[in-house]
């Protein structure tokens, strides 16, 4: 199993007028196999560009809006203010709204776990939480605000820890209404075939162990990197190097030495042997150009294929 301990999140656990300080931990990572697109004719990384669908052209971040798409073809704009405006407010709190039994959330609304752990020496309440959920059977309903977006969450008991499952909203998870499914209940099953079938249950039956379940895909496509790898299969990819941005600190002063010797000279010649008042000249520096971008850089941000 995966393991880490960064803390992404700081608050606390709010119900009543109990107040839990802690923090949130990752519970979970997507591991899987990183397919990178590749230009097979020189190995070269392809990315994507931010481009006008109907043109085909690349356009600049500076002429992309953010829109809400009401009916076929026809948009709202929302500018970023107004995005802004509409955001949920950051309370730091994971607030209880509810306790429910703990069978009577179903799987398909789960999304997301964190681990939930003591801050701030809240070790006591924290336990008191925890073992109240165990000892009545009951999980926590909550909403939470995490990177500017609520969530509805679950607290749930699990071992020594508490876990916060983030979870779907009711109008996210589909109905079972278009599915043919038939009707509960044994009216169509006999009697025999139920314990032929429940006998199979338990047969198969055992402990749960995820050191029991591997992904199988992955194991083998990394094996077989690794194969490739070792015969000397492998392709070097060079990524494209970013060329370093004119400085404009060179290109000023390049300017001011030339005008600077040109005043030098100037004033040379005008010297005679009598003494006259030397004018005082005033070298202003020109104005600072923004430094160029690197072409290198791309206008539009790259997305890898998944």
């Given amino acids: 199993m995966a393991t880490g301990s960064r803390t992404l999140w700081k608050g606390a656990i709010t119900f009543g007028l109990v107040h839990i300080p802690v923090g949130l931990h990752t519970a979970a990572t997507a591991e899987g196999v990183d397919f990178d697109w590749l230009d097979k004719r020189s190995m070269d990384p392809v990315g994507y560009k931010r481009v006008n669908k109907r043109t085909g052209r690349e356009i600049t971040k500076d002429n992309i ?64 939480l925890r073992e109240a959920l165990v000892s009545t059977g009951k999980i926590g309903l909550a909403k939470v605000v995490i990177a500017t977006k609520q969530h509805l969450a679950a607290l749930v008991p699990s071992g020594p820890a508490l876990v916060l499952s983030l979870l779907r909203w009711g109008d996210e998870v589909k109905t079972l209404d278009s599915l043919a499914l038939p009707a509960e209940g044994r009216k169509a099953i006999s009697a025999a075939e139920l314990k032929m079938a429940t006998q199979l249950v338990e047969e198969m039956s055992g402990k749960w162990d995820p050191a029991d379940f591997k992904d199988e895909f992955r194991l083998q496509v990394m094996q077989l ?67 160029a971008k690197s072409s290198a850089r791309r206008s539009g941000a790259e997305r890898k294929a998944a």
Avoid: C, H, W
Wanted: cysteine-free; charged content about 30%.
């Fill in 65 to 128: 809006v953010k829109g809400v798409e009401y009916e076929d073809g026809k948009y709202v704009i929302i500018s970023p203010e107004e995005v802004e405006a509409v955001f949920p407010k950051t309370t730091q709190t994971i607030t209880i709204e509810r306790f429910i039994e703990a069978n009577e959330l179903p799987f398909v609304f789960l999304e997301r776990p964190y681990y939930v752990a003591p801050i701030n020496k809240s070790d006591k309440v924290y336990a008191l």
């Fill in 225 to 291: 990197v690794e194969k490739k790898a070792m015969a000397g299969e492998g392709k070097t990819v060079l990524q494209p190097e970013e060329e370093a941005p004119q400085s404009a600190d060179v290109i000023d002063l390049t300017a001011l030495l030339q005008r600077s010797l040109k005043s030098r000279g100037e004033s040379g010649t005008k010297k005679s042997a009598a003494k006259t008042p030397s004018s005082k000249t005033a070298a202003k520096t020109p104005s600072r150009k923004p430094a």
